[in-house]
């Protein structure tokens, strides 16, 4: 990506106003935002289970022109 498009991710000690806060600041506007699932791994016994324990926000974001 060039310097007018940015990924921005939201931090585990931030909500996601303060991140669109912190993107508006640097100026950058969002234009998608994306979710990905954090699983963990879990043996019980023979098998092994992915338990899902959080999720990752990551908003792409463009220069204010």
Known sequence: MSKKKVQF?????????????????????????????IFQEVKKGNETIYEPIGRQIVFEAKLID
């Open 9 to 37: 991710e939201v931090q585990e000690n931030e909500s996601i106003e303060d991140c669109l806060n912190r993107m508006k600041q640097q100026g950058y506007v969002p234009v998608r935002r994306t979710e990905k699932p």
